[in-house]
């Protein structure tokens, strides 16, 4: 089966602006997640979707945000970018038991968006 | 909020022997420990995990123990092979809304000489 896609996977973006992140998941995987990874910081949980909902939120401001779309894919926006929000953003689509007929939850990576801030 | 500490942060080992690498977390409501290897330039994977109402679990060569009292949890890994290089993530989470929220440790970078 397709494997998690992300696009774009590259990206760079000026100080101010604003940036649209894309993620589909494997067919039949209801949630996405997004991270944050960085040197610095490290990997970060940003926030997590499930049946169109947003089910989880980690510690990053209101400038990050997400939505997710009846086929399930996901968009995370940020907005006012900060040379700081240079990082790669990672999705990851996951199934839960329960919620489809099998037994063993399963996380799944995409290939993750490089956003370089100048 | 969760704290999650890793060591060591590099760990350099012979083909054949084992790796160990500890995570510890402060938060006593974390019920669900993945661990995750990246390769360089490649995607984090999901490649053992434990729950809290387990002590240990084993897949292949690779075994992750809990100590709910003790707040850390460890990665095995025997028989290492130059394959096995990579930077491994430990995450303690906490249930919410139907999944989890994790925190990650730092990472633990494994060099593996054949």
């Known amino acids: 089966k397709a494997g998690v896609t992300q696009t774009p996977r590259y990206l760079i973006k000026t100080r101010g602006q604003q940036v649209t992140l894309s993620c589909s998941p494997i067919s039949g995987h209801r949630s996405v997640s997004w991270y944050q990874q960085t040197p610095g910081q490290g990997l970060q949980f940003l926030f997590e979707y499930f049946s169109e909902t947003q089910r989880n939120k980690g510690n990053f401001p209101g400038r990050f945000s997400g939505r997710q779309f009846s086929n399930s894919r996901s968009e995370m926006n940020v907005s006012t970018l900060e040379l700081g929000d240079s990082a790669l953003y990672l999705c990851?689509?996951?199934?839960?038991?329960?919620?489809?007929?099998?037994?063993?939850?399963?996380?799944?990576f995409g290939p993750g968006t490089r956003l370089t801030v100048t | 909020g969760e704290n999650v500490e890793q060591h060591p942060s590099t760990l350099s080992v012979q083909e054949g022997d084992s790796a160990v690498i500890k995570c510890t977390y402060s938060d006593s409501a974390s019920n669900y420990f993945p661990w995750y290897k990246q390769e360089l330039g490649k995607r984090p994977q999901l490649i053992i995990d434990i729950r809290s109402n387990v002590g240990e679990k084993k897949d292949q060569r690779i075994a992750v123990t809990l100590n709910k009292t003790a707040k850390h949890f460890s990665l095995h890994i025997t028989e290492t092979q130059p394959e096995d290089s990579a930077v491994y993530f430990c995450?303690?989470?906490?249930?919410?809304?139907?999944?989890?929220?994790?925190?990650f440790g730092r990472g633990t970078s494994l060099i593996v000489h054949p």
């Open positions: 995450a303690a989470s906490t249930a919410s809304g139907g999944s989890y929220i994790p925190t």
């Open positions: 990851a689509s996951s199934y839960y038991p329960g919620t489809g007929g099998r037994s063993t939850y399963e996380q799944y």
